[in-house]
DNA sequence: ATATTTTCATTAAATTTTTGGTTCATTGAA
DNA sequence: TTCAATGAACCAAAAATTTAATGAAAATAT
C-alpha cells in the first residue's frame, strides 16, 4: 500500500512517515500543497494524508482540485483542534475522514487500516488466498499451519497480490503500490522479488499460487 | 504503563506526578477539562486520573465524552468527601474507581495497580516469559532465580515488553507508552535501550527472549 | 557527586537492488 | 513439425544501501 503525505511540518512529517514505514507501508511525502497536488495527480496513491495549512497551495484547494479532477483516493485530513469550520468544509468537499493535532500515532493508525478496508469486508484483517494466510495487523503469514518469515519488501508485495486475488497486475502497478516514487522502471527488482517470495511461498508446495503472464505481468490465484 | 493526570491543584498534581514517576510509569498532566479530554482522546493511556472539580468542563463531561467515544482506558475519580453523588454519578457513567480527597499516595498506588491488573489474572502481580520473572510491586526483576539490577527506563521498557509477550512492537508504539509527550522520534534511545536491557537479561542465557524484527521493531517471546 | 538518560559516531548485519548468465516460451522459417 | 532466433522471465551471487548494535561521551536528574 502506498500512502502519500503532504504536510508543511518536517518534524510531523517525519514522525508520520517512519511510523507508517514500520508498517511496512510505502510512503511519499510532500511539503507543500502544489507538490502535493502534482504527486497525487500524477500517481496512483491507496491513501493521502492531507494537512490544511499549507504553503504555496492551501490544503482544502488541494482535495477540491483532486476531487474536481476525479481522483477518488480516500483522503485523510489533519486540522488544528479550533479549526471546526475547515473541517466540516473538508468532510463535504470529499475529505473521508479528518483527525486533530496533535494524535497518537496509534489513532492515526487506526484510521488509515479503516480508511484501507473500505469496501472489503469491515473489521477483517486476515486475508487467505488457498491455504496461504496473511495477517495485516501482526504482519504474520502463513502457509498450511506453517509460518512463513518474510523481510518488509516481500511483504508488502504479497500483501499487495493478496489484495488483489485473482487479478492480473502488470509490473508498473506493482511498482506503483509497492514501491515509492523513486522506483525505477528500468530494473528488474520485481521479478527478483517476485522470485524471493516464491521461495517462500510457493516452492514446497505442490499447488503454485504466484503465476506468471508472460509479456503482461502475474496474477495471484488457487 | 503510560498515565494522564486530569487536575487544576497544581501541587495535588505535581504530588501524584513525581510519586508515579518514582515508580517508572510515564505520566502527562492536564490542568483542566478541555486539556484533558483532548489527551486523553488523542493518546492511548494505559491509565487516566481525574479530578471531578475542574475548570473549562466538568470531570463528569470529560468522564461521559470519553465513554461516548468509545475510549474505554481505566479512569479512576477523585472526589471530595462530601460529594457522595458525583460518586455514584461518576460510576455509573463508566469510571472504574474513586478516591476522596486527601488520600494517601500509597493508597493511590494500590488502586492504579489494581487497575492496571484488570483483565490479566486477578491478585496476580508478576509477568513471566520463560525463566524471566518480573514482580510489579517490588519491581524486582530475576532470570533463572538470579536477581536483576535495572534502572527505572530500564524497567518501563521491560514490563511493556513482558506485558505484551508475543505481539510485534514498533518503536512508535513502544515511544507511545513508556516515553511521555516530549519523545523525539529521531533519535535512537530505543535502540540504546533494548541493547542494554539486552545486556542484563539476554546476554548470558543461550535462550534469547528480546529479539529484532528488521525494519519493523521488537518483539519478546521464548 | 553519582547514577541515569540521551546523543553521537562507529561498526556490524541484513535487506534491497543490480548484474549477468541461464532457462523458458513464442514465433517464423526451413 | 521441427528448429533456431528472439525476447522475456528466472535466479544466484555480488554490490549498494539501509538499518540495527554498540561503546563512549555528554547532558540531565537525583
Sequence with gaps: MRILIVEDEKKVAGFIKKGLEEETYAVDVAYDG?????????????????????????????LTRLRDKKVNTPILLLT?????????????????DYLTKPFAFSELLARIRS??????????????VGDLCLDMVSHKVSRNGEEIELTGKEYSLLEYFMRNEGKVLTRTMIAEHVWDYNFDTFTNVIDVYVNHLRKKIDKKYPAKLLHTLRGVGYVMRV
Tied chains: 1, 2.
Design 34 to 62: 502544489e507538490e502535493g497536488f502534482h504527486l497525487a495527480d500524477m500517481n496512483e496513491y491507496d491513501l493521502i494524508i492531507l494537512d490544511l495549512m499549507l504553503p504555496k497551495m492551501d490544503g482544502l484547494e488541494v
Design 80 to 96: 488544528a483542534k479550533d479549526a471546526v469550520e475547515d473541517r466540516v468544509t473538508g468532510l463535504n468537499k470529499g475529505a473521508d
Design 115 to 128: 480508511l484501507l478496508r473500505r469496501g472489503q469486508a469491515e473489521t477483517q484483517t486476515e486475508l487467505k
